[in-house]
């Protein structure tokens, strides 16, 4: 199936996204994400519909599909207002006027109730024009939104109003004032909501502003000289070559071939510190050149660069639905209908059981529309998560789900792979022993070596790289124990740990050992330097009372030497990639807990954790077995990627307790006729602006 991903216009609460999303699913797509907030909407395309036709129905639900099908031979229509601050700018000088009668000096002309209907149509159309179309399309659809509560309570005003004048009932019977104060100040609040929650969005934003920049092309004339001329970066291809100099953006992810910089990495990493780079490493997109010049080589364009992945899988994570969000959810789906019936009721009961006149009744029975705010409830999750992705992400953390971040919360073990997370993973022979001939044991550790893919091997075929490479009739690694081959001559070989030598010595200190024909020829030591970090992060640990274990398949030995020297609780040594999932299983049965690896050899054990954080390079964003991706190749983010988890959390259950209490308080208050509808609708439009403050403080609070 075709995997759609669309942009659309006019969502502006949890109800909105309920409401294309059940569309969606009502014509039976498959994997329906919509986040309100950032404006995604993705699914599944089902071979029955066309998006033609999956685009016109969110249109008739009151939305727009910005970069849809439909929209790319059609000019942009100009509307008369282009958003709520222009709608509340023409709506207030009428407003105003309307609201000078109430002052103690009456001005008398508009003390006449058609005047003051004359005034009060430009705003009430205005009003009616946003609030009451997408009350209507939201009620056809059968998920009645927050406009509806407005459109209703501006109305029974206006309307009340009118019957008044008709009537010549006096202006004990005029509220026309109402009407626009509600439609004024309602549309005054959701411009600062949605000034607020694009805050939230402040970190991705950045990230997609880098997505188009300019480069030097680099280009041969018909005499070979070399041209270089200005391109946009979305007119590279792969394998085209590009110019970069001191203080230019790094256009798009390439390889040099010519040349060595200091780049500084920190949109992507979280670190500013430059890195050195030389001839045949990688440039991800986006990053700063500080110092040289460089010839590189476009390696990957479109979605497949650095920073399209990292702008997907936070969007991706922003679509997912934590297990709180959907208890916000299910009371939002209710809350309308739910706030329409209390309205009716505060109307009946004020007016029948308490004697309250029918204007006081009803004005009350408004107030109770107005000051009700599902988005509230619908914003509290969603603005939370965007700016606690948006942290990670300008870290170098990138979560796959949201449901992750939530999941933090209740981790009380860190368990690490050794290689590659605690040290460096750039080893070094530091001392080898073999009865061979020194030039035959080379040949051969190497030989066996080039084939496997783990990080002490690479680092020995770096070391020991001979041109002349054996041939080998049949090899194959043995995952937890190392590689096994054997020669033309028919003579069987294994190079390992410990564990294939035990019965032939009794000196386990080594790295690795050497079998011909199941006799021991050879060994050899490495060093791997303990990355600067590591005591840091595990006293962070311990601070949080967080237990910390060490799960390697390298010697008990070097292990133990590992943990005690960085303080680490427990170890686990020499265990194959089936014990370490089956260690896993076990602790997760314990306890909620998080493993870190580098998502080589620990695919399984990570993918079994209650969450899998992968060591992974820049070219190698998402590996697939881990929710959490730590870009930086070092676990210096680990607390503040834990950090941000609990805080996130912590911010929704506030951003919840918020909302709630809000209306739990707010509509009794209406309900008696101790807040006016205008007032009403002053509260309600900030009552998100302070849930939305609330969630981008995130942004800025010590959380490790």
């Known amino acids: 199936m075709e995997k759609v991903e669309w942009k659309v216009e006019g969502m502006t609460c949890t109800n909105c996204a309920l409401t294309i999303n059940r569309y969606l699913e009502k014509e039976g797509l498959k994997d329906v994400k919509v986040n309100f907030i950032g404006g995604e909407v993705s699914f599944e395309l089902d071979e029955n519909k066309t998006k033609e036709q999956l685009a016109k129905g969110i249109g008739d639900l009151g939305y727009k599909v910005t970069n849809g099908p439909e929209t790319k031979n059609q000019k942009p229509q100009r509307k008369f207002f282009s958003n709520h601050l222009q709608r509340f ?62 459109a209703i309570g501006a109305t029974a005003a206006f309307v009340y109003s009118l019957i008044g004048s008709i009537g010549n009932l006096g202006m004990d019977y005029v509220f026309y004032e109402t009407t626009a104060t509600i439609i004024t100040l309602v549309f005054l609040g959701e411009w600062i909501e949605h000034k607020s929650v694009a805050g939230t969005q402040k970190e991705l934003n950045k990230l997609a502003a880098q997505q188009k920049v300019m480069a030097n092309m680099i280009a041969f004339d018909e005499e070979h000289k070399e041209l270089i001329f200005p391109v946009e970066n979305t007119s590279l291809h792969v394998g085209d070559l590009i110019l970069i100099k001191t203080g230019e953006q790094v256009p798009i992810d390439c390889k040099i071939l010519w040349g060595d910089v200091h780049v500084n990495e920190a949109l992507l990493t979280g670190e500013s510190k430059p890195i050195q780079k030389t001839k045949k490493d990688a440039l991800i997109g986006g990053s700063l050149i500080t110092d040289g010049t460089v010839k590189a080589q476009v390696t990957a364009v479109g979605k497949d660069t650095v920073l399209s992945n990292i702008l997907t899988l936070v969007k991706q994570a922003q679509g997912e639905k934590p297990p709180i969000q959907q208890l916000a959810d299910k009371i939002s789906a209710i809350f309308v209908p739910a706030v329409l019936g209390i309205a009716v009721l505060t109307f009946l009961i004020n007016y029948f059981a308490f004697d309250i006149t029918g204007t006081n009744s009803l004005m009350r029975s408004i107030a109770v529309l107005v000051i009700s705010c599902p988005c509230a409830m619908g914003l509290a999750t969603p603005a939370a998560i965007a700016v606690g992705l948006g942290r990670a992400a300008k870290n170098g953390i990138l979560f796959r789900n949201a449901k992750s971040l939530e999941l933090f919360k209740n981790i009380t073990t860190v368990v690490f792979d050794k290689t590659g997370t605690l040290t460096k993973g750039e080893m070094t022979i530091s001392k080898w022993q073999s009865t061979m001939h020194e030039n035959l044991f080379k040949q051969i550790i190497f030989s066996l070596e080039k084939y496997s893919n783990h990080p002490i091997a690479k680092a020995i075929a770096a070391e020991w790289k001979i041109n002349n490479p054996l041939n080998w009739k049949k090899i194959e690694e043995i995952k937890g124990l190392g590689m096994k081959a054997e020669d033309a001559a028919g003579n069987m070989y294994q190079l390992g740990s410990y564990k294939i030598a035990s019965a032939l010595t009794d000196d386990p200190t080594h790295t690795a050992y050497l079998l011909q024909n199941d006799k021991l020829v050879g060994w050899f030591d490495m060093e791997d330097e303990i990355r600067t970090e590591a005591k840091e992060v595990i006293s962070y640990l311990h601070s949080k009372n967080i237990q910390t274990i060490l799960l390697s398949g390298d010697s008990l030995e070097r292990t133990q030497k590992i943990a005690d020297d960085l303080g680490i609780d427990k170890v686990y040594a020499e265990k194959t990639p089936e014990e370490k999932l089956q260690i ?32 992974s390079d820049a070219t190698q964003l998402a590996v697939q077995s881990a929710q959490v991706v730590l870009m930086n190749k070092g676990i210096q983010h680990l607390p503040l990627a834990l950090g941000l988890g609990k805080h996130t959390f912590i911010t929704i259950k506030g951003n919840l307790f918020w909302a709630f209490i809000y209306n739990i308080v707010a509509i009794p208050i209406a309900a008696v006729g101790l807040l006016q509808p205008g007032l009403a609708a002053l509260a309600m439009g900030f009552s998100d602006v302070v849930l939305a403050i609330n969630s981008i403080w995130l942004k800025f609070k010590k959380v490790v």
Request: hydrophobic share 55%; with cysteine.
């Open 89 to 150: 700018l023409f709506c207030l000088p009428f407003t105003l006027v309307l609201m000078l009668h109430m002052l103690p000096w009456h001005i008398h002309f508009l003390m006449n109730p058609w005047i003051q209907l004359a005034i009060c149509i430009p705003v009430y159309l205005v009003g009616m024009g946003y609030f009451g179309v997408s009350a209507v399309k939201s009620l056809r659809h059968g998920i009645p939104n927050m406009n509806v509560l407005i």
């Open 584 to 615: 896993i299983g076990e602790l997760n049965s314990q306890t909620p807990v998080a493993m870190v690896g580098d998502g080589v050899n620990d695919a399984p054990a990570l993918a079994k954790a209650t969450i899998g954080i992968s060591m």
